[in-house]
């Protein structure tokens, strides 16, 4: 890991790392790829990559409807609405 | 240089469920900003998404009608990306386990040839909010009503040559869904999306060009103009020396122009691994023998069908089956025992008409289809000729009851018994006594054509009524005495 490395992993992230704070940062993270290493030094020849930790199959729902609208509470908590939307800075695509 | 296009399609398809794939919120189109939204779609903190069940059986079901295996064991991942139309900051997709696996569509292009598509595969995710960057102080507006809605996204082969293709193939995509209901096909709802990935290389080559995607094309229109529109400039930027950037365009129907939207350089690394809210789906063979169970015929068996018992042809049987709604109301009228040409002639020309200048769908056609149905048996066996047929058809149309109903308040039985037609041809003949002179007179080879005049004067007299074959044969014989 690099500084590079670091500062498009923040931007990815959308965190703000400070110019002074990267360096600590990417010693920090490479400790604990070292960890990771560790695990990737097992050798996994044969074995299925595991999608969850836990045993067991994924329950499904029936197609009902069971939500209702909770527009008032939800925009209550929301910094900005206008018209039922909520607002947030600009954005362009 | 000669060029050959290749296009590839990643097609976004809005499963018909009632609710979100992963919460019980509704996706009813059109409702108020942000009344579908529940907290699972708002990402609020200590929910849990728990899958629909029915998204998954339309899209096992999308598997079945392109011949594709369905994976028993599907697993959902992140693809987590920042935009504010995505709370979670994520979207739960499939990456390596997609529920549809390879299969294929076959196109019918205008020449007649036969064209295969290859489908990737298929797999299911979540759709996003919309994002509105109107006039909100200078901020965007967001409606999370369509955040979460099912869907699968489509993905081909690079195996289009040209946008004729391409539109034939979405089209034939867009008309299977559709029949077999797993999407409603309202593509300016949003409810059918097209990507298309473009690429020009000179022809014989074998190795691809860099490709671009312009993305988000909802009509089949904007889809064919945007190809050539782009085919033309990578063409041209090639040609003068230039070279293709490989990025994502859009294109905008109303001024006929596209622009860059992103290039692949600065674009996001989606960083996706399995989500940890959601545990592998299994199916079971009961869920597959369910989905086998609940899928209706393909348009191809359709048509296959209709020309084949039913002897239409193949233009016939293509109109029919070109529409759901058409092909479900021709099946209900052959059901109740119509004549199938003579229906299928009355749903392509009169009813239609009727359907057009009324305004109206087929479904909510005031001529059911066991009226059609009568009505062609009528036609079949001799009761109406086809010009009584349409006076029929008004009645039943203006609701004056069923095809036998009408004949009898309008009086409008054709007269086909021998001794009425008979009296009207004695009389016929003695009001022109002359004509018949005119016509015993006249070598054998002109007397066909005079025998037009009889015809006329007899259908005048019986009100149109008369059955022309029968009033033929019984005139001629009695003109020649």
Known sequence: MNREDIQQLAKLAQLHIADDQVDEVTNRISTVLAL??????????????????????QILRADEITEPNVREQMQAIAPATEDGLFLVPKVID | MEWETV?????????????????????????????????????????????????????????????????????????????PDLPKGYQTTQLDEPIVGAGHVDITLDDGTEHRVRIHHAHLEEDAGKSLHEDYHGMSGIDLNRAGTPLIEIVTEPDMRNAEQAV????????????????????????????????VRPKGQKELGIRTETKNLNSFKFMEEAIELEVERQISVIESGGTIRQETRLYNGDTKKARSMRSKED??????????????????????????AAMPELPEAKRARYTGDMGLSEYDAKVLTGDVATAVYFDAAVNAGAIPKLAANWIM??????????????????????ALAGLTQRIDDGTV??????????????????????????????????????????????????????????????????????????????KGQADPKQLNQLLVKKLNG
């Open chain 2, 385 to 462: 000729n086809s010009k009584m047929a349409k006076a029929v058809f008004e009645g039943m149309a203006a609701g004056e009851g069923d095809a036998d109903t009408v004949i009898e308040a309008k009086g409008l039985k054709q007269v086909s018994d021998s001794g009425a037609l008979e009296k009207i041809i004695d009389d016929v003949m003695a009001n022109n006594t002359q004509q018949v002179e005119g016509y015993r007179a006249a070598p054998e080879d002109k007397r066909a054509k005079m025998v037009g005049f009889f015809v006329g004067q007899c259908m005048k007299a019986s």
């Open chain 1, 36 to 57: 990771v290493d560790q695990l990737s030094a097992v050798d996994t020849e044969g074995v299925a990559p595991m999608a969850h930790p836990l045993d067991a199959v």
């Open chain 2, 349 to 370: 020309g009169d009813l239609a008409a009727f359907l057009n200048r009324q305004e109206l769908t087929i479904k909510q056609s005031p001529v059911t289809p066991a």
């Open chain 2, 267 to 292: 674009s996001n690394d989606y960083r996706y691994f399995p989500c940890p809210d959601l545990l592998p789906v299994i199916l079971d063979d009961s869920f597959l023998a369910e989905v086998a």
């Open chain 2, 7 to 83: 296009i590839g399609l990643e097609i976004h398809v809005q499963l018909a469920t009632k609710t979100k794939i992963f919460s019980g919120a509704s996706t009813a189109y059109g409702a108020e900003p942000n009344t579908q939204a529940c907290a699972i779609d708002l990402a609020m903190p200590g929910t849990l998404p728990v899958p629909n069940r029915q998204a998954f059986k339309l899209a096992a079901m999308f598997g079945l009608a392109i011949d594709a295996p369905i994976a028993r064991r599907s697993v959902f991942e992140r693809k987590n990306y920042f935009y």
């Open chain 2, 168 to 199: 034939a193939f979405a089209k034939k995509l867009h008309g299977l869904v559709v029949a077999i209901g797993i999407c409603d096909g309202e593509m300016s709802q949003g409810s059918l999306r097209f990507d298309v990935n473009i690429s």
